[in-house]
């Protein structure tokens, strides 16, 4: 087990890539460390598989180089870089039964029979398949298939990391849960490498150490769940996690102050006006209503839901999202809103900028 | 998205199915350039010299064939059938796909096996009935005699393939244009049909496919008004003894419709044939 | 897709009964009617019950040609299967050679039967046919119209020329269709080409390998144009299979009773070997489902 460094990697579908939007995959530059949980979070499209693939060595990168531990492995065979990969769809060898399915790995590699069926039942037994081991596969349902994909992918115990391409996809909702838990047991247990492509934020921040969220083609922030949700990097984590997102107010800068349509927001802290087009973000759990003090606004509609309520309201002509505790009292004559000046984060052509350190505007992030 | 292959190492296999491929191909090509060959030669060079090229590159084996209307006329009774088969084929087993995808009915099952067991019966065991039957109705030697003779093996066929088109578009579409208040025969020929082009297509391919090959039928149910070329061939040859230059021409000159027609299918084979019923 | 109930839908499939009735049931009747009569000079009938039947049955000549018949398909199957599988493995994925060797091997299935026929008459013969003048260069004593062997070995050839292509086919479509997901997997399973072979593609080929063992059979089983062009069904009765058998029957010697007879007798065979076929293969499908 090593720990895996991508380096400028970058991938075209196309045999003659010109123009970056030819590229599935622009320059990542990242190392994922021997024994961590990562997700791979973002929307279809984005380039996450690609990634993943290439990792695995099912597709070769148009440019830079992987390396596991010190050894560059971007031209080696997926048999080579020892690795697992479990992929969206069930993928069962269907004349097998479910414990040949599960040994096929360890046969292949030459494993002696008692190790084998040693591995095969224990695995079996930690994905809830022991009763199913005699069957044949091709009649399952496609949890009990995916299941047995997900056993193959764990059943090799010197693989350099176990990829999961969105691998709960097929599954029912209360499934989903006992499978994810299941993975998060394995990885404990076995302390693999794991690479969790998926495109549900639940799935990411609950699987993983280490959130990895992509965007057209780049990885925009790595981070901790709560780094996330506290202070991302871009307008896309911010508008990507949450659930509703972030609010974003385009503003203008001056001093410690924001200056939106008809009003101005404090900072507390001087952002050094950058240039370029300026986006104030803040999370609707950090937005409060109140009777007296603050900006105004008018709500549009409260819902219930359980838990929490929530609220759309317009601020400055642009729709916001609140949310508040369900014990939060709201009133009619609650027509200002007051925002958490140390949640607040400030982009700059979609980056976010960070008081008291210059920034260079990272231009050309689309 | 697709895997590229990743490794140089399956270099070696991939050569080695280049020989199968290769093989195979040659097994293929090498009788028909056989025939190719004999047709661009004369009938001494044929008998008396062991030539891989023609000697004496001649096109009369083929000027006898395109100035002579008993032979021409073979090719286009042969179009003339072929084509009034696929469209009869076409018209009758488009509705019944339709009815066999969509709809449970009383006798369906049986109704579908039914129809598959005509494309076992074999050509021969009909010869003698249909020769009679189209006698006893005045159509023998007629091109419809034929297109509707083939359709004994073509429409079942027909009907499976459609069928199998069919049953991959959702019921949906046919439900939501129905609320939109479509009428059946609007619903089905303006946006139904289109839809299915390409199974349409790869249909009236093998439609044309069968029909265009058979000899047995064709040559019973006809005698001068609409004989087929292939059956022209045959006779020609057991009348005039041994014209091999002008048997091998006529034999190049029914390959030629096959090919244009692969041609313009040919990225529809593959899934064509990946469709049907089991 | 659960489909509705719906009676009208006979409507829809009304024209293809009426037309698949009048080519085949009145046609039929007609057969099984002669099949119990005896004729002269094809006008006079008259009842002769299953005198023809038991008078098939006790020939040699129904059985013989049955024997050919079957030995000829178990042949051919054997060959073309296999063959078509390996063709369908090989052939190149994507691109304009994918297109190519599609086109190539396709032209076959559109060559009229008695043009085959005539292709391998031409091909074959000792005296002006590259390959019979090659084996005999070669030392062979090959001459398909005076040998049985030499027939056999030759209308076998022609028909794997011929159809192999079919199976091949067939077998391209379905492999097409397997999601790359299932080699992504083989490949981060370690599993050997014929693994690969074995567990994937095998199975998945199932479906349309039924259908081609079908065609093939019912195809073959019912071959007249091209042998009958190629060998006339000689040297001697060698390759006089039941079509050519029979068409000599009822339109050579217009012995109308005898061929009826014959016919249904070998349309009943014909039905019988392919249900029989589908069901253990169906049966055979569904066993290992249920497991």
């Not at chain 1, 790995?105 to 037994?125: C, F, H, K, S």
């Not at chain 2, 139904?192 to 390409?198: E, L």
């Not at chain 3, 099949?35 to 039947?53: A, I």
């Amino acid at each position: 087990m090593a720990s895996i460094t991508l380096e400028n990697l970058a991938h075209s579908y196309h045999a003659q890539p010109i123009t970056d939007s030819d590229f599935a995959l622009k320059a990542v530059n990242h190392e994922w460390e021997d024994g961590r949980a990562y997700a791979l979070l973002g929307p279809s499209g984005c380039g996450k598989t690609t990634l993943l693939n290439i990792m695995s060595g099912l597709l070769q990168p148009t440019r830079g180089r992987i390396l596991f531990g010190d050894t560059d492995v971007t031209h080696l065979s997926t048999a080579e870089r020892n690795i697992a990969q479990v992929f969206q769809f069930p993928v069962v060898y269907d004349t097998m039964t479910v414990g040949q399915n599960l040994a096929f790995p360890l046969r292949n590699r030459g494993m002696e029979a008692g190790y084998i069926a040693d591995r095969v039942t224990r695995i079996a037994e930690m994905i809830g398949l022991e009763q199913h081991l005699t069957k044949k596969a091709r009649g399952l349902t496609a949890d009990l298939k995916q299941k047995i994909s997900l056993g193959r992918g764990v059943v090799r115990e010197d693989v350099n990391a176990i990829l999961f391409d969105e691998p709960l996809t097929v599954i029912d909702p209360h499934m989903k849960w006992e499978l994810r838990t299941q993975l998060k047991s394995l990885h404990r247990e076995f302390g693999h490498t794991m690479v969790y492509v998926t495109h549900d934020q639940t799935e990411a921040l609950t699987f993983a150490d280490e959130v990895v969220v992509m965007h057209d083609g780049r990885v925009v922030q790595i981070g901790t769940p709560q780094e996330l949700f506290e202070t991302p990097a871009h307008v896309f984590v911010g508008y990507f996690i949450g659930s509703p997102g972030m609010n974003f107010i385009p503003v203008t800068l001056d001093g410690r102050q924001a200056i939106a349509e008809g009003g101005a927001i404090d900072l507390l802290q001087d952002f050094e006006n950058p240039g370029g087009d300026i986006v104030l973000g803040i999370r609707p759990e950090f937005v409060r209503l109140s009777r007296d003090t603050g900006l105004p606004i008018e709500v549009k509609q409260v819902r219930d839901a359980g838990r929490h309520k929530f609220i759309s309201a317009v601020l400055f002509g642009s729709e916001i999202n609140i949310v508040a505790d369900a014990g939060t009292e709201i009133a009619a004559e609650m027509t200002k809103v007051v925002f958490d000046p140390s949640k607040i984060s400030v982009f700059c052509n979609d980056w976010r900028i960070n008081a008291g350190s210059p920034q260079t505007a990272k231009v050309g992030a689309s | 998205m697709s895997a590229q292959p990743s490794s140089r190492k399956r270099m070696p296999r991939i050569r080695w199915s280049a020989i199968v491929m290769i093989a195979y191909l040659l097994f293929l090509l090498v009788p028909i350039y056989w025939l190719v060959v004999m047709s661009f030669k004369s009938n001494s060079e044929i008998l008396n010299a062991f030539t891989l090229f023609p000697d004496e590159f001649t096109f009369q084996n083929y000027e006898t064939i395109l100035t002579d209307p008993s032979w021409y006329m073979g090719y286009v009774n042969s179009f003339i059938y072929v084509a009034l088969n696929t469209v009869i084929s076409l018209a009758v087993a488009l509705p019944a796909a339709y009815a066999f995808s969509r709809y449970r009915f009383y006798g369906d099952n049986h109704l579908f096996f039914w129809l598959l067991t005509n494309r076992m019966a074999p050509p021969a065991v009909f010869a003698l009935p249909f020769f009679q039957l189209y006698s006893s109705v005045s159509l023998f030697d007629t091109h419809i005699a034929v297109a509707l003779a083939h359709c004994l093996f073509n429409v079942p066929l027909a009907v499976w393939i459609l069928e199998g088109f069919m049953r991959g578009i959702p019921r949906e579409i046919d439900e939501t244009a129905f609320m939109d208040g479509y009428g059946f025969t609007r619903f089905f020929t303006r946006i139904f049909i289109p839809m299915i082009a390409p199974g349409i297509g790869v249909t009236a391919f093998f439609c044309f496919m069968f029909s265009w090959v058979e000899l047995l039928l064709s040559r019973t149910l006809t005698s001068v008004d609409a004989k087929p070329i292939t059956a022209i061939m045959t006779r020609t040859v057991s009348a005039s003894g041994l014209d091999w230059g002008v048997l091998a021409a006529a034999g190049v000159l029914t390959i030629i419709p096959g090919a244009i027609v692969i041609y313009f299918v040919r990225s529809y084979i593959a899934k064509g044939f990946a469709l049907g019923r089991v | 897709m659960e489909k509705t109930v719906n009676q009208r839908a006979w409507i829809l499939v009304l024209p293809v009964v009426l037309l698949v009735a009048f080519s085949s049931v009145i046609p039929m009747m007609t057969v099984v009617n002669y099949s119990f009569q005896d004729s002269f000079r094809g006008n006079d009938f008259f009842w002769v019950g299953l005198e023809w039947y038991s008078e098939l049955l006790r020939s040699e000549r129904l059985w013989d040609a049955l024997g050919r018949q079957l030995l000829f398909s178990f042949i051919i199957l054997l060959i073309e299967i296999p063959l078509g599988i390996l063709i369908a493995l090989s052939m190149p994925k994507k691109g304009w050679l994918a297109s190519l060797c599609l086109v190539l091997i396709a032209l076959p299935l559109l060559i009229p039967y008695n043009v085959v026929g005539t292709i391998w008459q031409i091909f074959g013969r000792s005296d002006i046919g590259l390959l019979g003048r090659v084996l005999i260069d070669l030392g062979f004593s090959y001459n398909y119209a005076q040998n049985a062997f030499d027939a056999w070995a030759t209308v076998i050839a022609m028909d794997v020329w011929h159809w192999t292509s079919l199976v091949a086919l067939l077998s391209y479509a379905g492999l097409r269709s397997i999601p790359s997901a299932y080699y992504q997997a083989a490949k981060i399973d370690q599993a050997s080409r014929w693994s690969v072979f074995r567990y994937i593609e095998l199975p998945k080929l199932r479906g349309v390998l039924i259908i081609a063992v079908l065609l093939r059979f019912m195809d073959s089983f019912m071959i007249y144009t091209e042998p009958f062009v190629l060998t006339g069904g000689g040297p001697g009765n060698a390759t006089t299979f039941l079509s050519i058998d029979l068409v000599k029957m009822a339109l050579g010697q217009f012995d109308l009773g005898p061929a009826a007879a014959f016919s249904l007798m070998y349309f009943l065979v014909i039905l019988l070997i392919s249900y029989v076929f589908y069901t253990v293969m169906i049966s055979i499908d569904k066993d290992e489902t249920k497991q």
